[in-house]
């Protein structure tokens, strides 16, 4: 069984068609801050990823969320993963330039 990173490395080089929900909530969780991820009980968008950053790119709506939908509940089409690896991107090279700014300062 394939890590979040694994996967994720596996998906920024080669997007999928689809991925299962489990993969894509392993990749989420895996990588993000339990903060900035939040699952929904109810509806097809299951997932949110919410984070400062993502307000400043306009393919997350100037809210800085990016809500992901499955089909039937067991599957995430590729279009959804593209948009999760670029706010994954986002998200991590953000958080570590802003911890590099902090540790410059002290």
Do not use: C, Q
């Not at 989420?28 to 509806?43: I, N, S, T, Y």
């Not at 939908?69 to 599957?75: D, H, K, L, M, Y």
């Not at 959804?80 to 802003?98: C, D, G, S």
Request: without cysteine; glycine residues 8%.
């Amino acid at each position: 069984m394939a890590s979040a990173e694994e996967l994720y490395k596996k998906w920024k080089s080669s997007p999928p068609k689809e991925v299962s929900v489990a993969d894509l909530r392993k990749v989420a969780f895996g990588l993000l801050k339990p903060e900035w991820v939040r699952e929904r009980d109810r509806g097809s968008h299951f997932l949110i990823v919410e984070h400062e950053i993502l307000k400043h790119f306009p393919e997350f709506g100037g809210h800085g969320t990016l809500s992901i939908s499955s089909v039937s509940g067991r599957s995430v089409r590729g279009h959804w993963v593209k948009r999760l690896v670029k706010a994954i991107n986002y998200i991590l090279e953000y958080e570590n330039f802003k911890g590099e700014k902090t540790d410059e300062n002290t």
